[in-house]
């Protein structure tokens, strides 16, 4: 599985951790893809991070609440009201990647650790539940990360994970709604899932799920025994090398972010490497349409597509951890803009929401993967909030 591994460059690394990439598939181009991915975390970060791990400095960062609201106020370039809700700590592996809102909390993954926090509306973070990632005795090499979460409508929350080792197998895991331990609840059998990214429910109960590798979206049945490769699309996949907007990470990374939106019946997904979002209509029958580009190329804005969430005004909202910046695309696609540029943004990985008991408004992790690889920055991995739009 390791056997192809081989050294990146910093920028390269950068790219690949920024967009979670990975893969474990038995393929050559596959396994390369899968151990380039391994050497991308953090030399420094935590080597055994566990749940326990994450608890006190989750805590104790929140209370840095105060101070990081005045500094946001004071370096956002737009918008003006993005602040930090929780800080966390770079250095025990606490980067933030994926996040989902539910029952007056923001719940946050750790990508290297696997490890899941619940933090209330005054910042404070708990642990609430593992990804059963097994520790790797080299914090090169990890032996998997956690990327998108969604919960479903009994309060269930699940998580993707693509592994990069034996050890750990890929595929979306559940977790219950009191938290502890996720359990496996679905895999590609076949072997094509295997770097599941981001996830979004449909109003029935059918998961999707990008496939940063295969340029695919997979969609998981509601009890988790059927997995389909739903849609595959050259607009879905990476690009080999250097990309349009940066270097690339010599491998490469398609679809990333998802949002399924019933009242449109359509699947939108943002593209890492080209820079782009990308809408596959749903028919009535739920098969996938022709995939069909809906915001082209746009490197200023779009740089390092990761997340993707419909905001409250019905537009989309991606995070864009290369060009640090969270966009706004609106549903046909005319309307291109940068929401939030620069100031606390930290490599934007997700975005979600909702409420946690007063109005709507917006949650995002700082997942500060480039700054933590950077001799002399300084890491600002946490979550934000600001006012929905």
């Known amino acids: 599985m390791n056997a192809l591994r081989r050294p990146l460059g910093l920028a390269a690394s950068l790219v690949a951790f920024a967009m979670g990439c990975g893969d474990s598939t038995p393929s050559a181009a596959d396994a390369a893809a899968t151990d380039a991915s391994a050497d991308t975390v953090?030399?420094?970060?935590?080597?055994?991070?566990?749940?326990?791990?994450?608890?006190?400095?989750?805590?104790?960062?929140?209370?840095?609440?105060?101070?990081?609201?005045?500094a946001a106020t004071d370096t956002a370039t737009t918008g003006g009201s993005l602040r930090f809700l929780a800080q966390l700590n770079a250095g025990m592996?606490?980067?933030?990647?994926?996040?989902?809102?539910?029952?007056?909390?923001?719940?946050?993954?750790?990508?290297?650790t696997g490890q899941i926090l619940r933090i209330d509306a005054s910042g404070n973070?708990?642990?609430?539940?593992?990804v059963p990632i097994p520790a790797s005795t080299n914090p090169a090499a990890p032996n998997g990360y956690l990327l998108g979460l969604a919960f479903d409508r009994a309060g269930n929350l699940y998580a993707a994970?693509?592994?990069?080792?034996?050890?750990?197998q890929p595929g979306i895991?559940?977790?219950?709604?009191?938290?502890g331990t996720a359990t496996l609840f679905a895999?590609?059998?076949?072997?094509?899932?295997?770097?599941?990214?981001?996830?979004?429910?449909?109003?029935?109960?059918?998961?999707?799920?990008?496939?940063?590798?295969?340029?695919?979206?997979?969609?998981?049945s509601p009890d988790g025994m059927t997995v389909t490769q739903w849609v595959t699309s050259p607009l879905l996949t990476g690009v080999m090398g250097a990309n349009p907007c940066s270097v690339g990470a010599g491998f490469p990374l398609g679809a990333n972010g998802i949002a399924?939106?019933?009242?449109?019946?359509?699947?939108?997904?943002?593209?890492?490497?080209?820079?782009?979002?990308?809408?596959?209509?749903?028919?009535?029958?739920?098969?996938?349409?022709?995939?069909?580009?809906?915001?082209?190329?746009?490197?200023?804005?779009?740089?390092?597509?990761?997340?993707?969430?419909?905001?409250?005004?019905?537009?989309?909202?991606i995070a864009s951890n290369v060009a640090n910046v969270i966009a706004r695309v609106s549903l046909d696609g005319s309307s291109v803009t940068a929401l939030e540029r620069g100031g606390i943004l930290d490599s934007p990985a997700s975005i979600a929401f909702g409420s946690l008991g007063g109005s709507p408004s917006m949650y995002i992790t700082n997942a500060a993967f480039t700054s933590a690889q950077t001799p002399g920055a300084t890491p600002r991995p946490g979550v934000l909030v600001r006012t929905a739009p």
């Open 125 to 130: 973070a708990t642990p609430f539940a593992q």
């Open 173 to 179: 895991y559940r977790v219950a709604a009191t938290g």
């Open 42 to 70: 953090l030399a420094d970060a935590a080597t055994d991070a566990t749940s326990d791990a994450s608890t006190d400095t989750a805590t104790d960062a929140a209370t840095d609440t105060a101070t990081a609201t005045d």
């Open 161 to 168: 994970a693509p592994s990069f080792a034996m050890a750990f």
């Open 187 to 220: 895999r590609d059998t076949m072997g094509r899932m295997n770097f599941p990214n981001s996830i979004d429910f449909d109003a029935v109960g059918n998961l999707y799920v990008t496939d940063s590798a295969s340029g695919s979206v997979f969609r998981v």
């Open 93 to 112: 592996g606490q980067l933030a990647e994926g996040i989902a809102v539910r029952d007056n909390a923001v719940y946050v993954g750790l990508a290297p």
């Open 260 to 317: 399924y939106d019933a009242a449109a019946m359509s699947v939108y997904v943002s593209n890492t490497d080209r820079a782009t979002v990308v809408r596959i209509p749903v028919a009535a029958d739920g098969a996938a349409g022709v995939p069909t580009v809906l915001a082209p190329q746009n490197c200023a804005v779009l740089a390092g597509a990761d997340g993707l969430a419909r905001g409250p005004d019905g537009a989309l909202y």
